[in-house]
């Protein structure tokens, strides 16, 4: 996986499909040769071109050729002639200017555990690691760049670990990574959007300058993911060269790709330096977040694959990360706030009897918590609404053959709770000045580790009260206001605190309950990312329930996260957040293909036959579950009024076609969808359709989608292998 070639002073990189060159100059500068196409042997034939360019400044006296403002560099900073965008910027005594060269490397077996942080991992076997020491002698500090290779993943790791020597500074920026590739004619494609219209797809020509998304909201945040992709301009779903990013982490981030007037591309991601900084005392170091970064040439489709497979199996954790996830039923569009014991039996009854296999208790159990406007912190069950206790409830609900699951926001506060009575220091906030609420709450500080303890003792005490299986962290409001007790330098490393904080208790949460599953929330897709997919391996991905709404909500979280991650409900009609009508057919279907599947509604307000459809939806469900959650998933064909998508199981004995057609038009063409992924030598047999058709044929021919004059018109079609 990683070749040094001593002589040359060469490291090789090489994944399944991929190449990283880097190269070690006479004056010790490390550069990046090349990142692409997988070769075989990278023999320096193509030399690197010196030429003397205006106002590029040289560190060699009587060399004007060389300069660092036009060398591919791996990890920079600026002052002594990058005049890109830095990967690094330190403060100290002698200024801000860092003369990294080359000092030492290892390579091994493996991979070092970034302490306090998400992050990848793997054995002996599928991974090794290149650890590349870079130097500054004036400054005596160490920059160590490490380069994990899962090669037949196909996945290259990058983080960066800054040390202090002699002297103390501070760090205004240190991104985990940056690449500088001689090209610039990619097209960018990110995922934003806002609240309830998470991840939106979106596809840029990468313009002169720099095009940039991040956060400084405290959270990744609903309008920007810590992932980017740099694709050719004429890639598309089946071929073509894509790069791909991913930061694992959930604070604030940026990502960027930077063109230079010599048509290069300077591309990264790290923590936002807009609200960062570091203080490193003499021999400290500072570890940054890790990237992960992929190139395939099998197109969006390939980049896809290779994404879900890695974060499935080398960032989500624990004995749900390869397990097929329960149909739940989740009470929140059903109840919001006004519920009682009886009530959630009555829907858990009638749940039980469709099949559907855990209940959810969301929000407004605890405290006296019967609107959005206090109690959290409060975490002590509301006898009035549950007499019987969270015990008592998950009891029954485990009799009816159910398991029991429960809504947290433990990192909020009321200012109306018992717990900001008690300690109003630990919310977020700057004395003498008013309250920033959002949804009426406030923010616990959790760069105090006493805070930390709380939310680690409150969950667990309740944890252990009751037979839970299921947790569903959420979090809705972003930060604001940071303390004005912490010193000046203090404050820009208050945002990373909160994110180690938060590591923390997570960390200690899902060690002590590995039984359980969490599920991360943040009203919705509002921190859905890959740090948290390290604790949590499903998410909630939007308020939006609309089964039109959802279509690329869910595309969008499924263009790079595992389907198994992705939380996807029915609700009811007219729908709570846009008010439209669609057939609860539709509605299934559109979840069904979303990822860990579930209800959101109060199911005895449905006629008996609805019921009925409910019952056979589950069943359906079970049957295409291990297909959905852990099969290759293939976007098919897209119009403004269409869209079709296909589930392949690994050994293509089952596949899951869905077409959702949004609109009905007069006189409107016929629709033809060629499948993919198929065995082509098979029979695969439909039973909706009553039909056998050979591989081969439904990836050439494809299957005319049926013409029906109706609106959010929708087909499954699953074809089983015979
Ligand atoms: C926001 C979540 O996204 C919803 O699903 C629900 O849990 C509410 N919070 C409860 O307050």
């Known amino acids: 996986m990683i070749h040094h070639q001593e002589e040359m002073q060469l490291f090789h990189l090489q994944t399944r499909e991929f190449s990283y060159v880097m190269q070690v100059l006479e004056n010790g500068q490390l550069v990046n040769r090349y990142f692409g196409k997988k070769i075989n042997r990278f023999s320096s034939g193509n030399k690197i071109t010196y030429l003397d360019r205006a106002f590029s400044p040289s560190p060699i006296t009587g060399n004007r050729t060389f300069s660092i403002d036009t060398l591919q ?40 555990e970034l302490p306090g942080l998400p992050q990848s991992f793997g054995s002996e076997d599928e991974v090794e690691t290149l650890e590349i020491d870079l130097y500054d002698e004036l400054t005596d500090v160490t920059v160590t760049l490490s380069y994990s290779v899962f090669s037949e993943l196909n996945y290259l790791t990058r983080s960066t670990l800054i040390k202090a020597g002699r002297y103390a500074s501070k760090i205004e920026k240190a991104y985990s990574f940056t690449i500088d590739m001689p090209h610039r004619d990619v097209h960018v494609h990110t995922l934003t959007g806002r609240y309830a219209y998470e991840k939106e797809w979106t596809v840029t020509p990468l313009p002169n300058g720099k095009y940039s998304i991040g956060s400084i909201r405290g959270a990744s945040s609903h309008s920007r993911t810590p992932f980017m992709a740099l694709a050719a301009e ?4 089946d071929a073509g060269q894509v790069y791909a990013a991913h930061l694992i982490y959930s604070g604030n981030f940026t990502a960027f790709a930077e ?63 390869r397990k097929e996830r329960p149909i739940l039923i989740n009470n929140w569009e059903a109840t919001y706030f006004d519920f009682n014991e009886e009530k959630i039996l009555d829907i858990a009854k009638t749940a039980s009897q469709t099949g559907i ?20 912190g409060d975490w002590v069950v509301n006898p009035e609404k549950l007499p019987n206790g969270l015990g008592g409830l998950a009891r029954s609900i485990n009799d009816l053959g159910m398991e029991f699951g429960l809504w947290f926001e433990p990192e909020m506060i009321s200012v ?29 500080n959790l760069a105090k580790p006493e805070v930390v303890d709380y939310i680690v003792d409150t ?50 949460l899902v060690t002590r309950f590995p039984q359980v599953l969490f599920e991360s929330c943040s009203g919705g897709g509002g921190r859905n990312d890959l740090g948290l997919m390290y604790y949590m391996p499903q998410a909630w991905a939007s308020d939006n329930t609309d089964a039109i709404g959802r279509l690329s909500i869910q595309e969008g979280t ?156 929708s087909v499954q079609y699953i074809f089983n292998k015979i």
């Not at 717990?419 to 949804?439: N, T």
């Open 73 to 112: 560099l791996e990890y920079s900073s600026n002052g002594l002639g990058d005049f890109r965008t830095a990967a690094l910027e330190l403060r100290n005594e002698f200024g801000t200017a860092l003369d990294l060269k080359y000092k030492e490397h290892r390579i091994f077996k493996g991979k070092k």
């Open 234 to 237: 004429d890639a598309t779903e």
């Open 259 to 321: 063109t230079t007037a010599l048509d290069t591309t300077r591309w990264g991601m790290g923590i936002n330096d807009e609200t960062f900084s570091w203080q490193l005392e003499a021999g400290d170091s500072f570890q940054t977040p890790e990237a992960l970064i992929s190139y395939t040439d099998k197109g969006l489709t390939g980049m896809t694959r290779d994404s879900h497979n890695f974060i499935r199996d080398h960032i989500c954790r624990g004995e749900f990360a």
């Open 357 to 376: 296999e855990l209940f959810v208790l969301d929000d407004g159990w605890f405290g006296k918590r019967n609107d959005d406007e206090s109690s959290l």
């Open 416 to 444: 109306d709770s018992d717990l900001y009575r008690a300690h109003p220091d630990w919310a977020i906030q700057i004395s003498g000045r008013d309250h920033i609420y959002s949804r009426e709450q406030l923010v616990l």
């Open 459 to 508: 969950v667990s005490a309740i944890l252990e009260s009751a037979n839970i299986t299921y947790v569903k962290w959420d979090m809705n409001r972003n930060i604001t206001a940071i303390p004005e007790d912490l010193a000046n330098d203090q404050k820009h490393e208050f945002y990373h605190c909160y994110i180690l904080g938060l590591y923390d208790a997570l960390e200690r």
């Open 558 to 713: 499924s263009l790079v996260y595992p389907v198994s991650s992705i939380g996807a409900h029915v609700s009811a009609v007219p729908n709570h957040q846009v008010g439209r009508i669609t057939p609860l057919a539709t509605r299934g279907n559109v979840a069904m293909m979303g990822g860990a599947f579930g209800y959101e509604l109060d199911l005895n307000q449905l006629p008996q036959e609805e019921i009925q459809e409910v019952a056979e939806q589950v069943q359906t469900y079970k049957e295409i579950r291990s297909t959905v959650q852990y099969g290759d998933y293939y976007r098919l064909k897209k119009t403004s009024n269409t869209q079709a998508g296909i589930y392949i199981s690994p050994d293509q004995s089952q596949a899951v076609f869905t077409f959702v057609k949004i609109l009905a038009q007069p006189e409107a063409p016929l629709i033809q969808v060629r499948l993919k992924g198929l065995d082509p030598e098979a029979a695969y047999h439909c039973e909706a359709l009553g039909e056998t058709f050979y591989g081969d044929e439904l990836m050439n021919i494809g299957l005319t989608m049926p013409h029906v004059q109706k609106d959010y018109f």
